[in-house]
């Protein structure tokens, strides 16, 4: 028969011999994950059409067109044209929903998300953030305008 000294001496060894297991698992487990997700904001190998480059900020949408032109709130796109926008984000996350193009992509700071829609009609289309994303969230909405 052990005293109980020694039986509290051999429980406590047991429940750190399992709580090692759990953190070497729990490590690895980390470590793959860690390799799985692309944090670097590297250029965008995938992009067709015109590429748009979008970036969400508190509390506007900068759209910055190939040739350098900046705007605010406000696309413009030609129609029958691909349009791959790439969407990041200078400060928290964002979410870009255009409804009626049937897009929408999160703007993380330091990656590059990619969507692209190629759109068949003229008109204004409404978007805006659709992730809460502060005090002004409401203001970063704008519209899509295509033009012929
Ligand atoms: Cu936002």
């Given at each position: 028969m052990m005293s109980k000294g020694k039986i509290e001496t051999v429980f406590m060894a047991m429940v750190i011999v399992v709580l090692a297991?759990?953190?070497v698992a729990n490590y690895?487990?980390?470590m793959q994950t860690?390799?799985?997700i692309a944090q670097d904001a590297s250029p965008?190998?995938?992009?067709s059409g015109e590429v748009i480059h979008v970036i969400g900020h508190q509390w506007a949408w900068t759209f910055i067109y190939p040739n350098g032109?900046?705007?605010e709130n406000n696309l413009v796109v030609t129609v029958n044209t691909r349009i791959t926008l790439i969407v990041n984000s200078s400060d928290v996350i964002h979410d870009l929903y255009i409804p009626q193009m049937d897009i929408q992509s999160y703007a993380v700071p330091g990656?590059?998300?990619?969507v692209s829609f190629t759109p068949t009609s003229t008109g204004q289309f409404f978007f805006e953030?659709?992730?809460y994303c502060g005090e002004f969230h409401y203001e970063m909405r704008g519209y899509l305008t295509v033009i012929s």
């Open positions: 297991v759990f953190a690895a487990a980390i860690k390799g799985s965008v190998t995938n992009a032109t900046q705007a990656q590059n998300n990619t953030c659709v992730e």
